[in-house]
């Protein structure tokens, strides 16, 4: 259980329980980096607000700092601020360069909310060879599957756990891992922002099982959906989102609802492939 206090004026926690801050590359190159960083506020006070972004390099020197005045604050639109940074420490496996984006809330002096999220800049895409890129290099994915408990701890796992599962990762020599259900604690997803480690985390909901079709199955995958990509959008070593593994089709059909994920997933988070875990033959692959 954890308890988050705000004041009356803060960055939402509230937006699918992630840091409400997320930061979106739109154009990536050595060159430079431009993108949007969205807050989303919950200003109960129901007065204008003052919004400063800060971005830190790796060494920890500001690269880009700009300030935006949101009139009426609405908790269902994010505050949007365009950023650029040149010549950027672009993040790759070989190389996870990570940068630090500040938001702070009101008098510059004394914020009334401060957030910071840690990320990277880096392009994915899939090349004519079929093998994934990231920025333009070709990467060789060697992975394991990783579950989500062990002997004598369950699933409480701890951060020195994680520490001795990756560790155990790297000396097999695999660069990815593929979280067996559903995602693992946040701690893991940085420590392979730090390391280049390349996880794939996924959504439970159509996993294992025959899919039902009702409106309370499909509004639980949706919200669940939506909590992985938000939760772990700012994530560099995340480059893809899981819509079902090993999904049996037998009873009603989970095409178009596949579908559907797939499609809300990619207008949440265009920048990332979407991929799957099938064990069947047939047009769900497709």
């Known amino acids: 259980v954890e308890l988050i206090v705000t004041g009356r004026d803060a960055v939402s926690p509230l937006h699918y329980s992630s840091d409400g801050v997320f930061v979106t590359p739109a154009h990536v190159s050595a060159e430079r980096v ?3 960083v969205s807050v989303w506020l919950s200003a109960k006070s129901g ?19 700009k300030s935006v005045r949101a009139a009426k604050p609405d908790p269902a639109v994010p505050v949007d601020i365009p950023f650029t940074v040149e010549r950027p420490a672009l993040w790759s496996p070989s190389s996870p360069s990570l940068y630090s984006v500040r938001v702070r809330l009101g008098d510059i002096l004394a914020p009334s909310d401060e957030v910071t999220v840690v990320t990277g800049f880096r392009k994915i895409s899939i090349g004519d060879d079929n093998r994934l890129r990231i920025n333009g290099e070709a990467i060789d994915v060697h992975g394991v599957n990783m579950a989500h408990d062990r002997a004598g701890i369950a699933s409480a796992m701890r951060e020195r756990h994680y520490d001795e599962d990756l560790d155990m990762v790297e000396d097999l020599g695999a660069n990815a891992l593929r979280s067996l259900t559903a995602p693992h604690d946040d701690y893991l997803y940085s420590r392979c922002d730090r390391s ?24 639980n995958g949706r919200s669940q959906a939506m909590e992985i990509v938000c939760q772990n959008y700012n994530h560099p070593s995340v480059v893809m989102w899981g819509i079902f593994s090993q999904l049996w089709q037998k009873g009603d059909d989970p095409l178009p609802f596949v579908r559907e994920l797939n499609a809300l997933v990619k207008s949440t988070d265009p920048t990332r492939l979407t991929v799957a875990c099938s064990d069947a033959d047939g047009e769900l692959n497709f």
């Open 196 to 219: 280049g480690m390349l996880p794939l985390t996924r959504t439970q909901v159509l996993s294992d099982v025959s899919y039902f079709s009702t409106e309370a199955f499909r509004d």
């Open 34 to 36: 431009d993108g949007t």
């Open 47 to 65: 007065t204008a607000q003052t919004v400063d972004l800060e971005i830190l390099s790796p060494e920890g020197e500001t690269v880009y700092s």
